[in-house]
Each structure stands twice: as structure tokens, then as C-alpha cells.
């Protein structure tokens, strides 16, 4: 990493000035190589660190920072203006475990627990291989791949298969990358996760324009790493896959798919789902809908080119897209009646719309280590204990009568949130006031939607859509709202795979595997399915973020494929008995979650099978760091192997003493 030529005086000059003194020696120990810096300024920053608070943390106070000695920050900050300015390439550009431990427990003031010190090392960005298998041989030419689905897990998936020398494809039904970040354009659409951390650990982006990003620039962001790591030849554009069969005699993925109308036929030894659970728009039955005259318009199936400037607008639905789609069109619409069967819990967000200081993004830019350390920094709040956030915490509640100290921490403070900005209108606080604890809905950071509600030409109403005339909508109650267009913002169906005609062992199909809800075996792997990776499966959501989660994911299916090429494995296929206990072990934390204690709450949380019953299936209910531990290599013994006739593993290579 060479500084030459990359740094502006004055530019330069005024980015340290205003970079933290102590984010300032995270950078300057790696570009000098200096190890004794560390100890040298410890004492005297120690406990002046700087407290950087993400949405979910904190919640109760912030303590005041203790000011660092203006001689020393000056005498830190002239350091690596200097080192900068030489242009000399890092001395230490890879930092042993050793080292990370003691230079991120001076930068975030704490050490971190031992079980998200790996992890911490990751996803921050100071390594970019994480295999653990050694691998023994090469992957066969002929050993195919196929991943279908060029979204956020696609990509991942792609470039790890690349690095790692296994030929694959990727089928993708869109004509570009993207996924749900190509297909959601409403007003408003932003990723609602700190943009630091919801990127790949492997490729950050120090050029984020805003702490949360808009859609079109998370989508850039995906394009640039596609157009970096040459995936584009690898895809297939505008294949749609329609189902998947298992071969068992010749151990192979026979896919079927279509393309320009005509039927294609592709085959591969190993199959990866990366389509993720949210497939399509979810369209509330409403009776007489097609009689309504105006716009039906989906948030996930947006339509630009529907004029909503001075229109009388409806919009059904207050979840993470209503509340954005809401705070964006509330200046442009005549009239928006928002229209709520329950209400949410909305944490303050003040970053939602601040953009990144010009400065601080020139120094992650242009400052190596910068935006590894900062990253680090955002990841903090997800690397320690979260004792009593979404798990109940049973004496607590005997105690209090509440259900865990965080979850009653975010509650209260959401609800004060909410007084103060109604202060003068107890109706609207009860309105908008949810009854239930926090996650058991997902939670919403706020993007402005409480302001927007107090605007003079916007209303909410509680009620649930029934029915339409030619003029209007009715809830369920009977109320009639007459109005130009009707905007949807009810989600998605969560098909879990159930929409492709995938059949397994036996010509089993997975819908009929998933009667009456979908399960898994470490939210990757489905029982009777061999060679076949279903990423995003049921069990793994909800812990952290889709960035995050993914990466984990695809290192395990690196770490599978490396075992089938060294041991010479025709299938793979995960015992009935693992998945069970697996099940069973996720299903009984679930049962002491605020995801299955949800009181009245209601959403996509909970599969309804087609007997009716309710499942909690989305979620898993283990701290982050503890999957991060699970996934870093397949247990064997959970595992039914097809050996490739007429072969066996590589013996051992013996050394032999040279002689001269």
C-alpha cells in the first residue's frame, strides 16, 4: 500500500487535525512499523478514549470524555503527517492477534471478550482469509459450482469460490448485479444498518457518503466490487432458475432455468442458493381491489412512473419501507393518510440523513488503517454481551415484571423518543405507543418519520385495508378514505426456497421437506439435500448483519467444498440426527425470546404453514460471535459421505533430508 503521490498537503493537514489522537496512533503504529508506541502513549490515553454509539447501545447515558494533553495529541498527529507525506509504503501492514488485542483495547477503551476477538480481527478488515482448512489439493477442473443469484450473498459467494480456485457460475434472473438492492428503488430506500458494517470485511468502502446509505449508493457499491474481482463473465444475466434435481447415481445438480424464453439445462457438483428469503412483493388480500381506479403501487415493485405531486395518497403500512417511503413523499403529495395496523417501536436515529464529514471520509480514503480502525469502532456494539436484549430474562422479570434489562432499556427509551415529539398530544403517543416488548417486531431507527407525521398534510389512522372502490379504500372497521393512489408497503413473502421446484433425495421436493415449516442444519444445510447450500436459510437471521452473516456463511462453504476436493467426496449430505438436534437445541432458546414471546405483535417473524400454525423460523438465538465459532469448520461426524469410486484421500506427503 504506497502513500506516494496520494497525499494533499492542505488536505491532508486539516484530516489529521480533525482525526481522533488516538484513532490517529492506530495508523501511525502500522505505517511505521513501531510496536513501542503503543506503550509510550498509553498511560496518557488511556481513558480519554472516544465513545462512538451505535443505534442499539448505551441507551442510558453517555459519559463526558476526558480531554488528551494538546502536546501529546500534536505530537501524535505531527507524527503521521509525516509518515504520510514520505509516501513509504507501511512497514506493518498485517498486525499479529497479539498486537490487534492490545491496540483495540486502547482504541475502544475496553477489552474485547474472547469469543469476538477473532471475530473483531474479521470483520474489521485485517485479514482477508479466513480458511482453516489446509488444503491438500487443488480443486478439479471439472468440479462445478453453480450459485444462482447475483445479490449481496452472490457476490460473496463469488469471490471466495474465485480466490479459492473452484469454477462456478452464477445464474442471475436480473440483468445486473444486485439483488434487492437493484429491485428496491421507492423514495427513501436506505439500508438501515451503519454503512461501515454493512459491507465485506474483504473489500471496505471508505468513500460512504452517509452513515446510512441510499439504495443507489449501496448498489454502487456492490457493482464496484463485482467490476473489481472480474465476476461479470462468471454470470449468466437473465437466467431464471425454475428448480433443481438431484441426480444420486452421477452425484450431480441437474438445474433447470430459462433465458430469452428458451429452457436451459446446467449441471453442477455442488448447488448454492444465494436468493435470500425476501423473493417477492406481499399484497395483502383486499376484496374489489381491481375495481379502485387509481395507482396500486408496491414498495418492493416500485413504479416511477406514477406522478404522486399534489395527489391524495394512502399508504398502508408503518415497518422499515412505510417509514421510509412515508418521511420521503410527505412534501410531495397533497394529502398522505398512512394507515397502521400496529405500531412500531422507532429508535432516534440522528445519523440517518447526516452525511460523512468531508475530512473524516479524505482520511479513510487516504490514511491507511483509517477505515479498518473505524469499522472496528461501529462493530464494538455487536462484539459483547447482550444479556437480556431479545433472550427473556426470567429473574429480571420476576423481579420487575419486564422481560430483559436491555430489551426494557431500548422500550423506555423509544417511548421517550416518542413524548418528545407529541409532548402536547396524548392520543398520538397512544397511538403510535407498541404494546409488546422491542424485537418482537423488528425495530425501527428513525429516519424522520415522527416529524414528517406532524406535517400539516399528513394523517395516520390504525386500521387494517379490506376492501376498495372506484374512489377509495375501506378498513376493516368500515372507514372510507378516498384518495388518488394507493401505496402498499406490506413486505414480502418468505418463500425459504419454496418457490423452485427443487427435489432432493428420492425426487423429494424441498416444499414438501418444508411441510409444515422450513428448517435447517446451521441455517445453511437441509437434510436429504446433499451437495446443496442454501445461504440465508431459516435459523440464521436477526444477529447480526446480512453483511456479516454472509461472510460467515460463505467460509463455511469454502471450508465444505476444500473437504469433498482433499478427501476425494462425491456427496455430502447432513445427517437427520445433526439436523434434529440441531432444531431442537435453536427451537427451545427460541421459545425464551421476545421473537416467540411477542405478545400481540404480529410480521414476518412467524412462518404459517399451510395447517395454520405459526413458527418462528427466521431467527437463530445465539450471540454472533458464537456462529462466527460455529461455522469455522463442518463437524465431520454430523455428516453422510459418498467416497468417488476408485479413489482415496491424499496420503500424506513424508519429507525427506536433503543432502548437498
Known amino acids: 500500500?504506497?502513500?506516494?503521490?496520494?497525499?494533499?498537503?492542505?488536505?491532508?493537514?486539516?484530516?489529521?487535525?480533525a482525526l481522533d489522537p488516538i484513532m490517529a496512533l492506530m495508523a501511525l503504529i502500522q505505517i511505521n512499523g513501531d510496536r513501542t508506541l503503543l506503550h509510550r502513549y498509553w498511560d496518557v490515553l488511556e481513558g480519554k478514549q472516544e465513545s462512538v454509539v451505535e443505534a442499539f447501545r448505551?441507551?442510558?447515558?453517555?459519559q463526558v470524555r476526558e480531554p488528551i494533553d494538546p502536546v501529546v495529541?500534536?505530537?501524535?498527529?505531527?507524527?503521521?503527517?509525516?509518515?504520510?507525506?514520505s509516501g513509504r509504503p507501511p512497514v506493518m501492514p498485517h498486525i499479529d492477534m497479539p498486537m490487534f488485542r492490545k491496540m483495540s483495547r486502547l482504541l475502544l477503551g475496553r477489552d474485547l471478550p474472547e469469543m469476538s476477538v477473532e471475530v473483531a480481527f474479521q470483520h474489521a478488515g485485517f485479514t482477508t482469509d479466513t480458511r482453516r482448512r489446509q488444503a491438500k489439493e487443488v480443486p478439479p477442473a471439472d468440479f462445478r459450482v453453480i450459485v444462482v443469484g447475483a445479490g449481496m450473498m452472490g457476490i460473496n459467494a463469488a469471490v471466495k469460490l474465485q480466490q479459492a480456485g473452484f469454477d462456478y457460475t452464477i445464474l442471475e434472473a436480473l440483468d445486473k448485479v444486485g439483488g434487492n438492492w437493484l429491485t428496491n428503488t421507492y423514495p427513501g430506500a436506505a439500508v438501515d444498518t451503519p454503512s461501515r458494517v454493512y459491507s465485506y470485511s474483504f473489500e471496505p468502502n471508505a468513500s460512504w457518503t452517509q452513515f446510512y446509505p441510499r439504495g443507489p449508493e449501496f448498489l454502487s457499491y456492490l457493482e464496484r466490487v463485482a467490476q473489481k474481482y472480474n465476476?461479470?463473465?462468471?454470470?449468466?444475466?437473465?437466467?431464471?432458475?425454475?428448480?433443481?434435481?438431484?441426480?444420486?447415481?452421477r452425484k450431480m445438480w441437474i438445474v433447470k432455468a430459462v433465458r430469452d424464453g428458451r429452457p436451459e439445462t446446467h449441471e453442477c457438483h455442488m448447488l448454492i442458493m444465494a436468493v435470500g428469503p425476501n423473493n417477492n412483493p406481499n399484497?395483502?388480500?383486499?376484496?374489489?381491489?381491481d375495481r379502485f381506479k387509481g395507482p396500486v403501487v408496491h414498495s418492493a415493485a416500485w413504479d416511477h412512473g406514477v406522478d404522486l405531486k399534489g395527489k391524495k395518497v394512502v399508504l398502508v403500512g408503518t415497518g422499515c419501507s412505510g417509514v421510509q417511503v412515508a418521511t420521503a413523499i410527505a412534501d410531495t403529495v397533497g394529502e398522505l393518510v398512512i394507515v397502521q395496523r400496529q405500531p412500531e417501536h422507532i429508535i432516534p436515529n440522528p445519523q440517518a440523513h447526516a452525511p460523512v464529514a468531508a475530512l473524516e471520509r479524505w482520511a479513510m480514503e487516504h490514511i491507511p488503517f483509517v477505515a479498518n480502525w473505524k469499522r472496528l469502532q461501529s462493530l464494538e456494539s455487536q462484539m459483547g454481551d447482550m444479556h437480556g436484549m431479545v433472550m427473556k430474562d426470567e429473574e429480571y422479570a420476576r423481579r420487575t415484571g419486564g422481560f430483559g434489562p436491555i430489551n426494557d432499556g431500548m422500550r423506555l427509551y423509544a417511548e421517550a423518543y416518542l413524548k418528545?415529539?407529541?409532548?402536547?398530544?396524548?392520543?398520538?403517543?397512544?397511538?403510535l405507543t407498541p404494546h409488546f416488548p422491542v424485537f418482537a417486531k423488528r425495530p425501527i431507527l428513525d429516519c424522520g418519520f415522527y416529524d414528517a407525521l406532524k406535517k400539516p398534510n399528513v394523517s395516520i389512522v390504525r386500521g387494517e385495508l379490506a376492501e376498495a372502490d372506484e374512489q377509495a379504500v375501506i378498513l376493516s372497521d368500515g372507514t372510507r378514505i378516498e384518495c388518488d393512489v394507493l401505496l402498499l408497503s406490506t413486505g414480502y413473502n418468505l418463500h425459504f426456497g419454496r418457490q423452485f421446484d427443487i427435489r432432493g433425495k428420492g425426487g423429494r421436493t424441498l416444499k414438501d421437506a418444508f411441510d409444515p415449516h422450513p428448517f435447517s442444519y446451521e441455517g445453511l444445510l437441509i437434510t436429504g439435500f446433499p451437495n446443496f447450500v442454501f445461504m440465508g436459510a431459516p435459523y440464521s437471521y436477526l444477529v447480526a448483519n446480512h453483511a456479516v452473516v454472509s461472510e460467515q456463511q460463505v467460509h463455511y462453504i469454502i471450508e465444505?467444498?476444500?473437504?469433498?476436493?482433499?478427501?476425494h467426496l462425491s456427496s455430502i449430505d447432513v445427517s437427520a440426527q445433526a439436523t434434529r438436534a440441531f432444531v431442537d437445541d435453536v427451537d427451545a432458546d427460541l421459545a425464551r425470546t421476545a421473537w416467540v414471546q411477542c405478545g400481540s405483535a404480529h410480521g414476518y417473524y412467524r412462518d404459517r404453514g399451510d395447517d395454520g400454525s405459526k413458527k418462528v423460523i427466521l431467527a437463530i438465538p445465539r450471540h454472533n460471535s458464537r456462529i462466527w465459532h460455529d461455522l469455522r469448520t463442518p463437524r465431520e461426524e454430523d455428516f453422510i459421505v459418498t467416497r468417488e469410486e476408485g479413489s482415496a484421500p491424499m496420503p500424506s506427503r513424508e519429507m525427506t533430508m536433503l543432502t548437498i
Open 231 to 249: 465476476l461479470r463473465e462468471h454470470i449468466r444475466f437473465g437466467t431464471w432458475v425454475e428448480g433443481a434435481e438431484w441426480d444420486e447415481k
Open 420 to 431: 418528545s415529539h407529541f409532548p402536547d398530544d396524548p392520543n398520538m403517543v397512544e397511538l
Open 73 to 85: 495529541a500534536k505530537e501524535i498527529r505531527n507524527a503521521l503527517r509525516d509518515a504520510v507525506k
Open 560 to 567: 465444505l467444498l476444500q473437504w469433498m476436493v482433499d478427501d
Open 58 to 62: 448505551d441507551i442510558d447515558a453517555h
Open 283 to 289: 399484497y395483502p388480500h383486499v376484496r374489489n381491489l
Open 1 to 17: 500500500m504506497s502513500l506516494a503521490g496520494k497525499a494533499k498537503a492542505p488536505e491532508l493537514d486539516a484530516a489529521i487535525e
